[in-house]
């Protein structure tokens, strides 16, 4: 097979969206040869381990599994037939046999070790990063192939123990241009949202998403994938914050998920979704690490959060950022691109979007929508009634300048009462909605319960209650009984003019410490 010097190049890191795929290709491949070790009987699943090495100040990293390896007879040919693999697109999750090299554009050597069970040899190969890049950059250099991979590769043989079952990706002399595929914290962070690992322990809904998918068929492939002694999982949570990383707080809640299973036109399974209900407050902010709805292929993620986005599937650009949730694809023709960022444009792939297209398009663009029309509606009555609350507070407690405050007050409560009033028919309409949609019935209820005042209402937003339609004569200078009402009306005046000159609360303000103060 002949490859020229660029094309080898393009492989090992021009075909990359940034450094940190190195990680996921390696994963990759590990999680294909531990599924063939399982499935032979070699290895039990419990057992099965990915192992990611970071040395900051050596500058290496190694990712090993305790999987199938490779025997000596098929070493050389698999390790140096570059994007010549054998793999199965149908069943393994790498198909193109480049993976294994993505580590060579950052570091100055790679080099893989692996034997096989009952050989006592371990085979090992080295590839020379420097070689290459200086071969690469070298416009008078125009190698063959096979002079190109004697010229960068070099193969020995080592002693082994039989029972020994394994393979090694070592990256030595990682490149200062690549640092940051040594920094474990964004390693971490990028495996837990890429990789084919567990939920959290304490995410409360995935025992349900993998009921669902055990009901139904489908496979949520899951590995042990551990950096430097600590196991990665996918950081789902219930809890939707807002703020930053250092100072953020609740304001959103995931309370159940909801599943949706995409079939072709022939009833077979395209593809299966779950997703977050909560009161779909708002975009759910940055600082919540799995915001959007993420688009899988055997667990390993496709593309960033974006992938499942407008125009293709939703309508606004912000409408997955609403959401929380997994699509995971299951159709065998759909195949990631080379840059795994989506799928091949391919009759499946054209297939797979026209399907999921209606659901996102419409009933998930129409869910975050009616959770706005309830929330407006029910906030629009919440603030009816505090206003009401207050306007009878300073009714009977002297909380009024004067008659005119008093009536301009009144005036403003009352055309809030008819916003109210507006609002309670949409409520009542909503509510209509969630007899025959029971995930609308689980958004209205979590928002209805947030705006749920602690006591019964005594009467209807559109009715005046006796304490509001009550005269009141006293106002806040009667308070001031040692002065005469001709001074009374003279301090009310000059409380009319702080009224007016200042901004409300610090007219409030002024106005309580003079009266405080006058009332000595």
Not at 131 to 147: C, G, K, W, Y
Not at 194 to 211: G, L, M
Not at 337 to 357: I, M, W
Not at 427 to 451: L, P, Q, S, W
Request: charged share 35%; glycine share 6%; hydrophobic share 35%.
């Amino acid at each position: 097979m002949a490859v020229g010097k660029n094309i080898l190049e393009n492989l090992t890191s021009a075909m990359y969206e940034n450094s940190f795929t190195v990680y996921r290709e390696f994963i990759q491949n590990a999680a294909d040869s531990i599924d063939k070790a399982v499935e032979s009987g070699l290895l039990v699943s419990d057992d099965a381990t990915i192992d990611i090495c970071i040395e900051y100040t050596k500058r290496r990293i190694t990712v090993y599994d305790n999987a199938c390896g490779i025997s000596m007879r098929e070493f050389k040919k698999k390790m140096t037939d570059v994007a010549d693999s054998d793999k199965d697109r149908d069943t393994d999750k790498g198909f193109r046999g480049i993976g294994r090299l993505a580590g060579l554009g950052y570091c100055d050597r790679l080099v893989f070790r692996t034997t096989a069970k009952g050989e006592d040899k371990e085979s090992v190969i080295s590839w020379n990063g420097v070689t290459l890049r200086e071969i690469v950059d070298d416009p008078t250099a125009h190698p063959t192939s096979d002079e190109l991979i004697d010229k960068i590769t070099s193969i020995e043989y080592k002693t082994a123990e039989k029972e020994d079952h394994y393979f090694e990706v070592v990256m030595e002399d990682v490149t200062f241009e690549s640092d940051d595929l040594l920094d474990e914290e964004q390693v971490c962070h990028y495996l837990s949202a890429v990789a084919p690992v567990p939920y959290r322990n304490h995410f409360i809904f995935s025992s349900k998403i993998k009921e669902f998918a055990k009901d139904n068929g489908f496979k949520i492939d899951e590995y042990r994938v551990l950096v430097n002694g600590t196991q990665i999982f996918k950081p789902y949570g219930t809890i939707l914050y807002e703020g930053s990383v250092d100072k953020k707080s609740q304001y959103d809640q995931i309370t159940d998920v909801q599943f949706k299973i995409f079939n072709s036109p022939a009833g077979k399974p395209i593809a299966w979704l779950w997703y977050g209900i909560c009161k779909f407050e708002k975009n759910i902010p940055v600082v919540n690490e799995m915001r959007c709805i993420r688009l899988r292929k055997e667990n390993i993620q496709i593309g960033d959060e974006n992938a499942i986005g407008s125009p293709r599937f939703f309508k606004e650009p912000r409408g997955s950022g609403y959401f929380v949730g997994e699509v995971f694809a299951v159709d065998k023709g759909l195949i990631p691109n080379g840059r795994r960022d989506y799928f091949k444009p391919l009759p499946a792939t054209k297939q797979f979007e026209e399907v999921l297209h209606l659901f996102f398009y419409q009933e998930l663009y129409e869910l975050y929508h009616y959770a706005s029309k309830v929330r407006s509606a029910q906030k629009a009555v919440a603030n009816f009634r505090k206003m009401e609350e207050a306007f009878n507070d300073k009714s009977e407690n002297a909380g009024f300048i004067d008659s005119d405050e008093r009536e301009a007050a009144q005036k403003e409560l009352d055309e809030e009462r008819g916003r109210a009033e507006k609002a309670e028919r949409e409520i009542a309409n909503r509510k209509k909605d969630t007899e025959e949609n029971e995930v609308y019935k689980r958004v209205f209820t979590a928002i209805e319960n947030t705006y749920k005042p602690a006591e019964p209402a005594q009467s209807g937003v559109g009715k005046k209650s006796e304490k509001s339609d009550r005269k009141q004569n006293k106002y806040m200078t009667q308070n001031l009984s040692k002065f005469k009402s001709k001074d009374q009306k003279l301090i009310a005046r000059i409380y009319g003019i702080i009224k007016n000159i200042l901004p409300k609360d610090m007219a409030d303000l002024v106005i309580k410490k003079i009266q405080e103060e006058l009332s000595k």
